[in-house]
């Protein structure tokens, strides 16, 4: 493994997608930290950047991405672009600015897309995005979020301008030689992008091992799955992992996701007595009528409550709810909480805009990550003007118990058992 295998800059959209990416390459011993903004990580090889550009338009997130890029880029890395696993944001236009800038800089540049992320229930299938065996735009993730009109990620690339083949399971299983033929002929057919299909783990293994070759010609575009395969490919060996310190005082459990399966984590969190749970009504975080005199009565009851033990504060959002000013409410949010914290022993939060505006507004610059509680739930420390364990969970992702674990494990701050 040489250094030029190790440098990696992966730029994502948000902060649970930045750490639930950067974390594979932690996990093969490779130093690792998130971070937003102008926050100041040091020299680690591996650096995840949240652009924070979920919510923005095309031309704005595209121009956000640019500029994370050029602040953070450096000769020999390998660059990775996360994407979300079910389209939301604008991953097409994401792609196509970051590939216009490498190739202006003289790097002849192809975007490797592989979206598929196993683990987590998302695989592609002849090019399209599938969500536990169903496409992506037939799915309540769709319905509640979505950006393009189907699914289908040639038709999603082009919408951006980007010309794209498609490597099909069928090419895909006939091996390394078959899959890297088919990015050389991509490239020298001018194309922009070749979209890999991924079903299994294993599928995806046979894709980073058949890319890794041509890195110096490649942005790779995917999620965690993609990124736990190359991670596997550049640091082969599997280091014991590191124990996360205990934590020495309460820890916060905030959920600002209206994802189902960050509800249902909710319900099964509040319903085991560990918690005290305390409700952030709708109106407050509009700043409705009387939101200023009930922020202040909650932010004292979220102290209070931290005062004798862990707490889970929750949003009052449900699936109906206009979610465009997410951003603002994600920090209207991180106001009523913050004032709070300051005996805080750890914190577990899902949602990227919930977790950025908290962690910044306590002084926090990045996250040094170390484990996982589970598949793309990250554990780490953070960094900055405290040092807290934290735990993140991308909206979407996890089961019913997955909140409940990451209080356990930060609790017990023991290693992980891997298989």
Not at 105 to 130: D, K
Not at 218 to 238: E, H, K, N, S, Y
Not at 246 to 258: F, K
């Amino acid at each position: 493994m040489t250094a030029a295998d190790t440098a990696w800059l992966i730029l994502a959209d948000d902060l649970t997608g930045a750490a639930d990416t950067a974390i594979a390459f932690a996990r093969r011993g490779l130093e690792t930290v998130v971070t937003w903004g102008d926050g100041d990580v040091g020299d680690a090889p591996v650096v995840s950047v949240d652009a924070d550009s979920r919510r923005l338009s095309a031309a704005d997130a595209a121009a956000r991405q640019t500029a994370v890029l050029a602040a953070r880029g450096r000769p020999g890395q390998h660059l990775y672009k996360k994407i979300d696993s079910t389209l939301r944001g604008q991953p097409a236009a994401e792609t196509a600015a970051l590939l216009a800038a490498l190739r202006r800089n003289g790097r002849p540049t192809i975007a490797f897309v592989a979206p598929a992320f196993p683990a987590m229930g998302r695989t592609t299938e002849t090019g399209r995005v599938l969500v536990a065996g169903q496409r992506l735009e037939e799915t309540p993730l769709w319905a509640r979020d979505h950006t393009y009109e189907s699914g289908y990620l040639p038709a999603v690339l082009k919408a951006a301008g980007l010309k794209s083949g498609v490597v099909p399971l069928d090419q895909l299983l006939r091996g390394d030689g078959m899959v890297r033929g088919v990015i050389t002929a991509a490239i020298a057919e001018g194309c922009d992008a070749v979209v890999c299909d991924a079903a299994t783990e294993e599928d995806l293994a046979l894709a980073a091992r058949a890319a890794l070759p041509l890195a110096d010609r490649l942005l790779f575009v995917g999620t965690g799955g993609l990124a736990a395969a190359l991670a596997r490919q550049v640091a082969p060996a599997d280091p014991p992992p590191p124990a996360v310190p205990a934590v020495q005082g309460p820890v916060l459990v905030l959920v600002g996701s209206v994802a189902e399966a960050s509800r249902a984590a909710t319900e099964t969190l509040s319903a085991s007595g560990r918690v005290t749970p305390v409700l952030v009504p709708e109106a407050v975080l509009r700043n409705a009528a009387g939101a200023v005199t009930a922020g202040h009565e909650l932010t004292a009851r979220i102290g209070a409550a931290l005062g004798e033990g862990d707490v889970l504060v929750v949003t009052e959002f449900g699936p109906d709810s206009d979610l465009r000013q997410g951003g603002d409410v994600a920090k209207r949010l991180a106001d009523l909480v913050a004032p709070a914290t300051a005996h805080l022993g750890g914190i577990v939060a899902t949602g990227g805009d919930t977790v950025c505006a908290l962690l910044a507004r306590i002084g926090v610059t990045g996250i040094r990550l170390l484990d996982e509680v589970e598949p793309g739930v990250p554990l780490g420390v953070t960094v900055g003007s405290v040092a807290l364990p934290i735990a993140t969970k991308a909206g979407g992702f996890g089961t019913d118990a997955t909140l409940l674990h990451c209080l356990e494990r930060l609790r017990s701050g023991a290693a992980s058992q891997r298989d």
